[in-house]
């Protein structure tokens, strides 16, 4: 248990200099614009101003009862490859149902990945690529994400979904959940290309996620044996207290946890990047959360139904007689 808290110790410092790499190269090359940040908007000054001028509120849910939405799976070109729509967006010539899809592997680990950003994507998916006994599935709202996977996971591994532009990477992740049969795994890792334009950590984040949970094979693989099969559980890089920034993302919660003012435990793993085991993928399959009504793509930082499922995912762990852990509180169980 100590090489592997060491080794996660390693990747959290090779994060590290890779941020740090990435704001030397930005000063090197824009010195002049670098200065004039530092003296007219300190980073905590600019991270509050991001978020006043961002802040997109969420109108919540309308009373107790919402409308769900229903999805449908098409099929394209590629055997490994399927859109999933809305059914309000389905035209005549979009395709023909199809059944929960299969990966014809002996993998019994999951990888799920939502990519957004192509370079975050290409570095994620070059270090799955060393990952051979993981199936890869990635979902993404373009269209060309599917060729770069193509170009770097194994056909026979890999399962592509194209999803629309809402949701954030909460949405692709409970899609996945629901239209991929999932019995054979007994592990997943969910992960997405992070970028936090409201941070200057220099990708700090991603790089911290990255490591942790790609960086090593073996590192992955004894925190998946860390976390274990007897009970529902997620473990991340970070757990945050299911009422962190409770006030913006409070109507969306009271929609999901009724009695959530009188709860004072709970956590959640910020950024949604986890490992986690089949107990607690099964469960979640059974909440059909995928057709709650997640609000389109606006730059919201906080207060849409995903940031509330964050945060519900984690408590869910709890409620199924389970947890939700950082890596150190993982150790700490496992000693004890």
Wanted: with cysteine; glycine share 6%.
């Amino acid at each position: 248990m100590s090489s592997c808290f060491t080794l996660l110790e390693l990747m959290y410092l090779k994060a590290k200099v890779r941020s740090q790499d990435k704001i030397l190269n930005y000063v090197r090359h824009y010195p002049v614009r670098t200065i004039l940040r530092s003296v007219f908007f300190p980073i905590e000054l600019s991270q509050k101003i991001f978020r006043l001028l961002f802040f997109t509120k969420s109108s919540g849910p309308k009373g107790s009862e919402i409308n769900r939405k229903h999805y449908k799976l098409l099929h394209g070109n590629q055997g490994n490859y399927c859109k999933i729509v809305s059914e309000k967006l389905e035209t005549a010539d979009s395709g023909h149902d199809c059944s929960k899809v299969n990966i014809i592997s002996d993998n019994e680990k999951l990888a799920i990945v939502h990519s957004y950003y192509r370079e975050e994507a290409i570095e994620a998916l070059n270090h799955l690529k060393e990952f051979h006994d993981y199936d890869v599935v990635v979902t993404s709202p373009l269209e060309d994400m599917y060729a770069l996977a193509a170009d770097i996971i194994p056909s026979e591994r890999l399962f592509f979904f194209q999803t629309e532009n809402r949701g954030r990477d909460v949405l692709p992740f409970l899609l996945v959940c629901n239209y991929l049969d999932i019995k054979k795994y007994k592990y997943f890792l969910k992960f997405h290309t992070k970028r936090s334009s409201h941070l200057s950590d220099g990708g700090f984040w991603f790089y911290q996620n990255l490591y942790a949970l790609l960086g090593s094979h073996t590192l992955n693989s004894q925190l998946l044996d860390l976390i274990g099969s007897d009970k529902p559980v997620i473990a991340g890089v970070k757990s945050l207290e299911l009422k962190d920034h409770f006030k913006q993302n409070r109507k969306w919660l009271r929609f999901l946890i009724t009695n959530i003012d009188g709860i004072d435990n709970g956590s959640f793993i910020a950024g949604t990047m986890f490992l986690g085991n089949k107990l607690f993928l099964e469960n979640l399959q059974k909440e059909k959360m995928h057709e709650l009504p997640f609000e389109n793509e606006n730059g919201q930082l906080d207060g849409t139904l995903a940031h509330a499922i964050e945060r519900f995912i984690g408590y869910y762990a709890l409620l199924c007689g389970g947890r939700c852990v950082d890596f150190e509180e993982l150790f700490k169980l496992r000693r004890s």
